[in-house]
C-alpha cells in the first residue's frame, strides 16, 4: 500500500514536501518513483530511487526536486522548489518496478510504466 501525502496549493518559487509511506514491502526490493499527471492525463515520471539510492529526475525538474528516503520510516519524499504553474499536477508515488512497461491505470488516466504499485495520489497546485 502506498500513501501520498504534502500536496497543496502554493504560488510561484514556493516549496512543497510529499510524503510517499509505504507498507507490504521492503524498499530493498523495488526502486520507488513519483510520476504526476496533468490536467490533460499526460503522465510524467518526475523521480525515481534505488534501494543503491541512485536517483532519476525528470530534464524539467532537474535541480529544483529532490528524492530522498527514509527506511526506518517506511517513507519516500519528494522535494519540490522553484515550483512552477506547469508543475501543477496530481504527483502518484510509484513502485514494485518490472523489466517491462505497460499502461497502467492511474488517476483519471494511465501511465506508461514498469511500475506495477500506485498510491491514490496527491495534487498540487502552483499559480
Known amino acids: 500500500q502506498l500513501v501520498e501525502s504534502g500536496g497543496g496549493s502554493v504560488q510561484a518559487g514556493g516549496s512543497l514536501r510529499l510524503s510517499c509511506t509505504y507498507s507490504?514491502?521492503?524498499?530493498?526490493?523495488?526502486?520507488m518513483g513519483w510520476y504526476r499527471q496533468n490536467s490533460e492525463k499526460e503522465c510524467e515520471l518526475v523521480s525515481s530511487?534505488?534501494?543503491?539510492?541512485?536517483?532519476y529526475y525528470a530534464d524539467s525538474v532537474k535541480g529544483r526536486f529532490a528524492i530522498s528516503q527514509d527506511i526506518a520510516k517506511n517513507t519516500v519524499y519528494l522535494q519540490m522548489n522553484s515550483l512552477k504553474p506547469e508543475d501543477s499536477a496530481w504527483y502518484y508515488c510509484?513502485?514494485?518496478?518490472?523489466?517491462?512497461?505497460?499502461?497502467?491505470?492511474?488517476?483519471?488516466?494511465?501511465?506508461?510504466?514498469?511500475?506495477?504499485?500506485w498510491g491514490q495520489g496527491t495534487q498540487v497546485t502552483v499559480s
Open positions: 507490504g514491502f521492503s524498499f530493498d526490493d523495488s526502486d
Open positions: 530511487i534505488g534501494s543503491d539510492e541512485r536517483t
Open positions: 510509484a513502485a514494485d518496478r518490472v523489466r517491462w512497461s505497460t499502461f497502467e491505470p492511474v488517476g483519471n488516466g494511465q501511465c506508461y510504466s514498469p511500475f506495477r504499485s
